[in-house]
């Protein structure tokens, strides 16, 4: 059930990218249609709202910013997940996310239209937000990446950054991340702002025997890339890793609120 300050509605639309119907939730509070600035939070595994507590978290944060009323477009993923999410146009070394250019075609040419024409407005560069959990995050990250003429702020929740083109023990090297290596390769300075998340029981996986798991090596070494292309670490990346934070919704929703906190204030 929704919070007592939102309103929550289930849609679908027929994506003629992905060739299905893709579900999604519209969650609001009603001041949203007569707030001037129009602020949207795309979000991937919405299927999982309740596992995150989403709609309390949502409350919550509209009793703290309710001059800054936000519409999250909680988006489902399907069997496809696996195909649909990933690095736009360079699958895994398993072939993974091989559709992953697809779904950034339908958030940009199908969804975010098909919403401004349902509640009549014009989305913002600025106003505009996209986040996801585990490789819903880098699907997210990667997506804004690409885009960041129409997002400026992403956020990631135990990020699948090890997304690799090579696997283990078959001549890897760390350049073989495709995330990174999408960074270290970019020669336009991105005028976004990034919000990461690990925590510390994540997994147990520490590949180079340095004492860190992987999932903070990956991560770190994403915001290395990205204060290297000119990103801002001071201003424009926020870093949280949770003591004994784990791989799961139990975690993100602990740290759901201060996200979007992160998002709002500014």
Known sequence: MA??????????????????????????????????????????????????????????????????????????????RLNEYGTSGKPDYLKRGAKAHLYEWFILNELIPHT????????????????????????????????HDTFSKVGVFSGSFWWRSKPLGKGYKDTDRIMHALIKRSKTKRALKFWLQTGTADETNDRNSNGIIDSIDDTLDIVEELTEAGVSRKNDIEYIEMKDGKHHPSTWAKVFPQFLNWVLKD
Do not use: M
């Open 3 to 80: 919070a007592k300050f939102l309103v929550k509605r289930k849609s679908n639309l027929y994506s003629k990218y992905l060739h299905r119907s893709v579900h999604f939730e519209y969650i609001y509070p009603v001041q949203w249609k007569t707030s001037k600035q129009k602020r949207i939070l795309l979000l991937n595994d919405g299927q999982d709202a309740d596992a995150i507590n989403l709609y309390s978290s949502l409350e919550k944060c509209y009793l703290q910013h309710h001059e800054q009323p936000l519409l999250v477009l909680a988006i489902h993923s399907n069997e496809e």
């Open 116 to 147: 401004e024409k349902e509640f009549s407005f014009e989305a913002e560069k600025a106003l505009t937000y996209f986040a996801g959990f585990s490789l819903g995050g880098l699907s997210a990250f990667n997506i804004v990446w690409n885009n």
